[in-house]
C-alpha cells in the first residue's frame, strides 16, 4: 500500500498539528476565562499543600461561588515545599492563576518580575482597610520591593516555644521567666539514658531562620540593619548562638543536625523531646499526638528588659497581574479575609486571625497558644524586627547559602563568629545592591 | 513505440526512486523530531543559558555574561570544587562496589540450589523500589530511636543516640550503602543474563584440563563478561554521577556540603536560588566531564575488540 502524495501531506499536517496540541497544551495559561456563556472563571491555587485545609478551602469557595453568580472557582493545592517553583514556572510561562495564597517570603522574588498586581486602589475603597490589622499591613507593604501594597496577610503567627507541661510538673518548673532559666530547665530535663532530651534544634532545611529568632529574642537588638550594618553579627549576637550551639549533641539528639520541620515537630510529638521552638502552625500535630500533656509559652524578655520578636514571613493573598478578571479575582480576596472567613481559615491552621474584627471570636481564647500569641502582641513591651523580606536574595542567602554553613557549625567544623560574619556579610552586600536600585 | 514507452515510463520510475529515497528519511523523522525537541534543544539551551545572567528573582541583572558564570565557578564558588570531588568518590565507590557484590550475586544466583527463585526474587527487588522509598527506608533503619543503632547499642558496638546521618564522618558512607543496595541489582540482572549465555561446553573443557573453579572463572566467565561489564560500569557511571533523588531525600546535600554532589548543587542552585544562568553554566561543565570521561572509556576500554 502506498500512500498518495495528499494523504502525505495530510498526515505530516495531522502530526505536526498533533505535535502542537501535545506541546501547547503543557503550557496552556491557568489564568481565568470566561465562557461562552459569560461566567466568569477564576483560578485559586493554595501554596500550603494541606490536604485537610484544602477540604475547608473547597467549602469557601463553594460558598463564595454561591454568592457570586456567574463566578466559578477552580481550586488547585500545590505542594508546600515546591509551591514557589511551581508559582515562578507559571509566572515565566504566562499561566499564573488569578488570586493565590503565598508565603511571606515569595512576595519580593514575584514582585521584581512584575507578576502581581497593584492592589492600592482597590484596598483603599475597601472596608477590610478599617478591619485589617493596620501594622500587618503596613508590614506586607514594606516587604514589597517597590513598597507598594501587591498583597494582603491573612494569617498572623509567632515563635514560640512549645513545653511537655506533664514534665514540667513532674520537675517542679512552673514556667520559663528568664533565658538563663530556659538554659537550665534544658539541661535538668535531659536525660539521655531514658532517651529524653531537654531541647531540640532544628539543623537542616529552614534552619537559619528560627536560629535569628532565638538570637533576636534573646539579645533585644531591635533593627535588623543599622546603617547598612547587619546587626546579626553582633558580639551579643555571637554570645547569644553560641549558648544555643553548645546545647547540640549534649541536651538535644545527635541527629538534630538534618533537623527539618517536619522530624523536629515529630521528635517533640514522640514524647523524646520537654521543648520546641516553632510558631503556632504545629498545635494541631501536638494536640493529636499528646493531648493535655504539652503547653505554649512566648519566648523570655532579652536581655534588655523587652520583648523582641523578629517577625514570621506572613502568609498572604496575592492577585496576578496576568488576570483576565482582576474585579472579580479581588472580590476573591475581599471575600476571603471577610471576619467570617479569615476567622474559619485561621482557625483550621491555629493561627491568629489578620482581621481584628475576628480576633476576639471564641476560640482563639480556648486555645492557650494563641492566647499567649495575642496577649503578647498586644503588650506595650513588645518590639517587632522586620526580617529584610524585600531582598530578592534573602531565601537564598538564608536557606542554600547559610543553611549547610550552619550545618558546619553544629559539627564543630566553622566557628560561630566566622557563621555569623558570612551571613552579615551577605545580607549587607544585597542590601547595599537594593539601596544602589 | 517501444521508444515512446520508455520516455513515458521515466518519470513514473523516477518519482518511485525518489519516493524510495524519501522514505527511510520519512520513516526516521519522527524520532529525529524527538531528539531534537527534547535532547538537542535543551542541550543548546542550556549552553546558550550559561553564557547569561539570568536570575527570575533578579530580572534586572539579567543578561549577557560572557565567561563570568564559569569564572565564578571555578575561581569563587566555595562549593563547586568540594561538589566534584564529592561526585567523583560518589561515582567510584558505587560503581565498583555495585559491580564486585553484582557480579557475586549472579554467580550465585546462578548456580542450581533449592528456592534459588525465591533467591533471585530477593536479590531482584531493590532494583523495583523507587528512590524516595529507598530513602524511607534507609531514614527508618538509620534513625537512632527506631533503627538498626537501638540493635547496635545494646551490642555496645555504638554509642547512644548515634545518626549516622548526622556525623559528618559517616554520613558519606551511609549514604552510600543506601544506594549500594539499590543499585546491586542492575549489576546483578545484566551479569546473570550474560552468565546464562555462556556455553557449558567451554566449562566442560576447562574441567577436562584441570582448571579449578577459580580458573574456571578467570579465564571462561570473566573474559565472556567483559563487554557487558564495560557498558553496564559506563551506563551505571553516568547514572551515579547524575544522581539527585536519594541524596536530595536522604541528606539533601548536608552535613554541611559532605555530601552534596555537583548535580544536587545544581538543583539547589535551580530551586531555591532560582539562578539559571549558572545553575546552566554548572550543567554545562558536568554535561563535558561526563562525555570526555565517556569517551575516554571507551577508547581505553576498547569495547567489542578482542
Not at chain 1, 195 to 215: D, H, N
Not at chain 2, 103 to 120: D, S
Request: charged fraction near 20%; glycine fraction near 8%; hydrophobic fraction near 45%.
Amino acid at each position: 500500500m502506498t500512500l498518495t502524495r495528499t494523504g502525505r501531506r495530510a498526515g505530516v499536517l495531522g502530526s505536526l498539528v498533533a505535535a502542537s496540541a501535545l506541546l501547547t497544551g503543557c503550557l496552556s495559561a491557568g489564568g481565568g476565562d470566561t465562557d461562552a456563556e459569560g461566567e466568569v472563571r477564576l483560578t485559586y491555587w493554595d501554596h500550603s499543600g494541606n490536604a485537610d485545609e484544602s477540604d475547608t478551602l473547597r467549602q469557601i469557595l463553594a460558598e463564595f461561588e454561591e454568592q457570586h453568580e456567574g463566578v466559578t472557582v477552580e481550586f488547585l493545592s500545590l505542594p508546600s515545599d515546591s509551591a514557589l517553583q511551581k508559582i515562578n514556572t507559571a509566572i515565566s510561562s504566562d499561566s499564573t492563576p488569578d488570586v493565590s495564597s503565598i508565603s511571606g517570603s515569595f512576595l519580593s522574588p514575584f514582585v521584581s518580575q512584575g507578576a502581581l498586581l497593584d492592589l492600592e486602589d482597590y484596598f483603599a475603597e475597601s472596608s477590610l482597610r478599617d478591619e485589617l490589622d493596620p501594622e500587618l499591613v503596613e508590614s506586607v507593604r514594606g516587604d514589597a520591593p517597590d513598597g507598594v501594597l501587591h498583597s494582603l496577610p491573612f494569617t498572623g503567627t509567632s515563635s514560640i516555644l512549645w513545653y511537655r507541661s506533664d514534665w514540667f510538673a513532674e520537675a517542679g518548673i512552673d514556667a520559663i521567666p528568664t533565658w538563663d532559666g530556659f538554659f537550665q530547665t534544658v539541661a535538668q530535663l535531659t536525660d539521655k539514658s531514658q532517651g529524653r532530651y531537654g531541647f531540640t534544634i532544628r539543623g537542616g532545611e529552614g534552619s537559619v531562620f528560627p536560629l535569628l529568632q532565638y538570637a533576636f529574642a534573646y539579645t533585644g537588638i531591635e533593627d535588623f540593619f543599622v546603617d547598612g550594618e547587619a546587626t546579626v553579627d553582633d558580639p551579643a549576637m555571637v554570645e547569644a548562638v553560641q549558648r544555643y550551639v553548645d546545647l547540640y549533641d549534649v541536651s538535644t539528639p545527635t541527629a538534630d543536625l538534618n533537623n527539618g520541620y517536619a522530624p523536629m515537630v515529630g521528635q517533640f510529638d514522640a514524647g523524646d523531646i520537654a521543648i520546641v521552638q516553632h510558631n503556632l502552625g504545629s498545635l494541631a500535630n501536638h494536640e493529636e499526638a499528646l493531648p493535655g500533656a504539652f503547653a505554649a509559652t512566648t519566648f523570655p524578655p532579652s536581655a534588655t528588659g523587652r520583648n523582641v520578636v523578629l517577625s514570621d514571613p506572613l502568609q498572604q493573598y496575592v492577585v496576578y497581574e496576568g488576570t483576565d478578571h482582576p474585579d472579580e479575582a479581588w472580590e476573591l480576596v475581599e471575600y476571603l479575609l471577610s471576619p467570617e472567613v479569615n476567622s474559619r481559615v485561621n482557625e483550621m491552621k491555629s493561627q491568629l486571625p489578620t482581621n481584628v474584627e475576628a480576633r476576639d471570636d471564641e476560640w482563639i481564647g480556648s486555645i492557650q497558644a494563641l492566647s499567649a500569641a495575642r496577649d503578647l502582641q498586644s503588650s506595650d513591651d513588645l518590639a517587632v524586627v522586620s526580617p529584610p523580606l524585600y531582598l530578592p536574595e534573602y531565601s537564598s542567602i538564608i536557606r542554600s547559602d547559610m543553611e549547610p554553613v550552619f550545618q558546619q557549625v553544629l559539627a564543630g567544623q566553622v566557628a560561630v563568629a566566622d557563621f555569623l560574619g558570612q551571613l552579615a556579610e551577605k545580607l549587607e552586600q544585597a542590601e547595599a545592591g537594593f539601596r544602589s536600585r | 513505440m517501444n521508444a515512446l514507452a520508455t520516455t513515458s515510463a521515466r518519470p513514473g520510475a523516477a518519482r518511485r526512486r525518489r519516493r524510495r529515497g524519501l522514505t527511510p528519511w520519512l520513516l526516521l523523522s519522527p524520532i529525529v523530531v524527538l531528539i531534537s525537541v527534547f535532547m538537542a534543544y535543551p542541550i543548546i539551551n542550556v549552553l546558550y543559558t550559561s553564557f547569561f545572567h539570568k536570575n527570575v528573582v533578579m530580572p534586572w541583572n539579567d543578561g549577557f555574561a560572557g565567561l563570568d558564570n564559569y569564572r565564578r565557578m571555578f575561581f569563587d564558588d566555595p562549593t563547586f570544587w568540594p561538589s566534584l570531588g564529592v561526585t567523583g568518590r560518589w561515582v567510584l565507590v558505587q560503581v565498583t562496589c555495585q559491580l564486585v557484590v553484582g557480579l557475586v550475586l549472579a554467580l550465585i544466583v546462578n548456580e542450581r540450589f533449592r528456592a534459588r527463585g525465591p533467591a533471585r526474587a530477593l536479590v531482584f527487588s531493590p532494583w523495583a523500589i523507587s528512590g524516595v522509598l529507598t530513602t524511607s527506608i534507609w531514614l527508618l533503619l538509620y534513625n537512632p530511636s527506631t533503627g538498626i543503632i537501638t540493635v547496635l547499642e545494646k551490642f555496645g558496638v555504638s554509642s547512644v543516640g548515634f545518626a549516622p546521618l548526622a556525623d559528618v564522618d559517616t554520613a558519606f558512607w551511609a549514604a552510600a550503602l543506601a544506594e549500594l543496595w539499590r543499585g546491586i541489582p542492575f549489576f546483578a540482572i545484566l551479569l546473570l543474563a550474560e552468565v546464562q549465555s555462556i556455553p557449558h561446553e567451554l566449562y566442560e573443557a576447562a574441567s577436562v584440563d584441570g582448571a579449578s573453579r577459580w580458573r574456571r572463572f578467570w579465564h571462561v566467565t570473566l573474559p565472556h563478561l567483559r563487554n557487558v561489564i564495560i557498558l553496564s560500569t559506563l551506563l551505571r557511571g553516568v547514572w551515579e554521577f547524575n544522581n539527585v533523588d536519594l541524596l536530595y531525600t536522604l541528606t539533601n546535600g548536608g552535613p554541611g556540603t559532605s555530601t552534596t554532589t555537583l548535580p544536587l548543587y545544581v538543583a539547589q542552585v535551580a530551586t531555591i536560588s532560582s539562578d539559571f544562568g549558572y545553575g546552566s553554566a554548572l550543567t554545562t561543565v558536568a554535561f563535558v566531564i561526563l562525555l570526555v570521561l565517556s569517551i575516554l572509556y571507551l577508547r581505553l576500554s576498547r569495547l567489542g575488540k578482542d
